[in-house]
C-alpha cells in the first residue's frame, strides 16, 4: 500500500537522527511491499531562518494531508542560539506547540521500556531493574490545569494566582477511548491515575473512565492516586501496561518513568487526534551539544517511527519487525555513545541506523 508521511526533521540532531529512521522505513516497505512517500517540512529554527516564523499555515496544511508525521525534535542553544532572542510566540517551541493544537493533539504516549542489554543505565536498585519494565504513559495534553483560565491578582492587598483544572466528560472520554484502544494491542491492563480523594476533575475522570471500561470486558482496569504511583514506579515499575491520566500529572510521571529507563535516546512518542493521524517524535530536545558529529543515539527516532506503523497505519507486523530488530541489535552488542558500557562496541548515529536496518 502507499502512505503519505510528513517529515519534520527539524534542528541541531533532529536531521540525523529522522534519516536513520527513514532508512529504517525503507526497508520496511522493500520487504512488506509498501510504498511510503515523504513530504520534507520544515518546522522550528530552521523555519524561522526560511521563513521567518517557526511554523507556516503551508506546513500545517501538509500535515493535515499526511497520513502521519514523523519529527526529530526543534530548538536550540536556548542561551546562545539567536533564535531565542525573538519574542516567545516567534520561538521555534511556538511552532510545535502551535501545531499540536492545530492538529488537535489531545493524547500523547509515552512508552518507557527498559531493555534487558541496558538495565545497567538504570537508576533503580538492581532487584527491581533485573525484572525490565515495559510501561505507556498516555497523557491528556490539550485540558486540564495548563489550559484553564488564569490571573494574577491583588486581592485585599495581597497577590493571588489562580490556575483553573477543568475537564469536561467529552475530553475525558476521548483519552480514555484510546487508552483502551492501545491496551487492547499490548497486555490489557489500563491503570487510570487522578487525585479522586481530593479534587472534583478526579471524580469525574474516574466515572468517565470506569463508563468507557464496560466496553472493553478483556482489559482490566485499575485506579491509583497520583501520588502513590509516583512511589509504585520507582518501587515497581513492571506492573505498569498502559497508564492513563490528565495534563499535568502526566507531565510529570512521564519525566519519572523516563528518567528510571535511564536513557533518553531510546525513548519515542507519539501524540494522536481524534483519527488515526500522529505526529510521532523522539522524548528528547535536539542536542544541540552534540549536532553535527553523527554520534546521536537514533533508536528513539527509530522507535518513533514504529510507533507510526502501529498507531496510524496499522501495520503491526512491520512495527514489531523494527521493535525486534532494535532489541537484536543491542543483543549483538552495538552502542552509541549514551549507552556505551564495557564490552560493547561503540558505533556512529548513521552506523545504528544501518545495523538495525540489516537486521529487518
Ligand atoms: P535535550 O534532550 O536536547 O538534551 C539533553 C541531554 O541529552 C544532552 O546532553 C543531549 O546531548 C542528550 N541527548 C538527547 N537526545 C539524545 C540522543 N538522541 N542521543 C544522545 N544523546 C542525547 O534537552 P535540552 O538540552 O534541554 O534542550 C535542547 C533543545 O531542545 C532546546 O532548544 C529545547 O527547547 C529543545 N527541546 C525540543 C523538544 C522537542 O522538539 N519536542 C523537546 C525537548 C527539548
Redesign the pocket.
Known amino acids: 500500500m502507499k502512505y503519505h508521511i510528513g517529515v519534520i526533521k527539524?534542528d541541531?540532531?533532529g536531521s540525523e537522527?529522522v534519516s536513520q529512521a527513514m532508512k529504517v522505513l525503507d526497508q520496511i516497505a522493500v520487504k512488506y511491499g509498501h510504498v511510503f512517500q515523504y513530504t520534507q517540512l520544515l518546522m522550528?529554527g530552521c523555519s524561522i531562518d526560511v521563513n521567518g516564523v517557526p511554523l507556516t499555515d503551508e506546513t500545517i496544511q501538509a500535515c493535515k494531508n499526511s497520513d502521519a508525521v514523523l519529527m526529530g525534535?526543534?530548538?536550540?542553544?536556548?542561551t546562545t542560539s539567536p533564535w531565542y532572542q525573538l519574542p516567545p510566540d516567534r520561538r521555534?517551541?511556538a511552532g510545535?506547540l502551535k501545531l499540536r493544537k492545530s492538529l488537535g493533539l489531545f493524547a500523547n504516549l509515552r512508552p518507557c521500556v527498559l531493555y534487558p542489554e541496558l538495565r545497567g543505565a538504570c537508576t533503580l536498585r538492581e532487584d527491581i531493574s533485573s525484572q525490565g519494565f515495559d510501561m505507556l504513559i498516555m497523557r491528556e495534553l490539550t485540558g486540564g490545569l495548563y489550559f484553564g483560565e488564569r490571573r494574577t491578582e491583588e486581592v485585599n492587598g495581597v497577590m493571588t494566582a489562580v490556575d483553573t483544572l477543568s475537564y469536561n466528560e467529552n475530553e475525558i472520554r476521548r483519552i480514555a477511548v484510546k487508552a483502551f484502544e492501545v491496551a487492547m494491542k499490548r497486555r490489557k491492563k489500563v491503570t487510570s491515575v487522578d487525585k479522586a480523594n481530593v479534587l472534583d476533575s478526579s471524580r469525574l475522570w474516574r466515572k468517565v473512565v470506569n463508563e468507557v471500561a464496560q466496553n472493553y470486558p478483556e482489559v482490566t482496569l485499575e485506579h491509583a492516586l497520583v501520588d502513590s504511583t509516583a512511589m509504585q514506579i520507582v518501587k515497581n515499575p513492571a506492573q505498569f501496561d498502559v497508564m492513563v491520566t490528565e495534563n499535568m500529572f502526566g507531565d510529570i510521571l512521564s519525566d519519572e518513568a523516563a528518567m528510571v529507563t535511564g536513557s533518553?535516546?531510546m525513548l519515542p512518542s507519539a501524540s494522536l487526534n481524534e483519527t488515526k493521524f500522529g505526529l510521532y517524535?523522539?522524548s528528547?530536545?535536539?542536542?544541540?551539544?552534540?549536532a553535527g558529529k553523527d554520534i546521536?543515539?537514533?533508536i528513539?527516532a527509530i522507535l518513533s517511527a514504529s510507533m507510526l506503523l502501529r498507531y496510524s497505519l496499522d501495520l503491526q507486523t512491520e512495527a514489531d519487525a523494527i521493535e525486534n530488530a532494535v532489541k537484536k541489535v543491542l543483543q549483538d552488542g552495538f552502542r552509541?555513545?549514551?549507552i556505551m558500557s564495557d564490552g560493547c562496541k561503540q558505533v556512529k548515529c548513521s552506523e545504528m541506523g544501518t545495523l538495525i536496518t540489516e537486521r529487518i
Do not use: R
Open positions: 527539524g541541531g540532531i537522527i522550528g525534535s526543534i530548538g536550540g542553544n536556548t521555534p517551541e510545535l533518553l535516546g517524535e523522539p528528547g530536545g535536539s542536542a544541540p551539544d552534540i546521536a543515539n537514533p528513539a552509541t555513545g549514551d
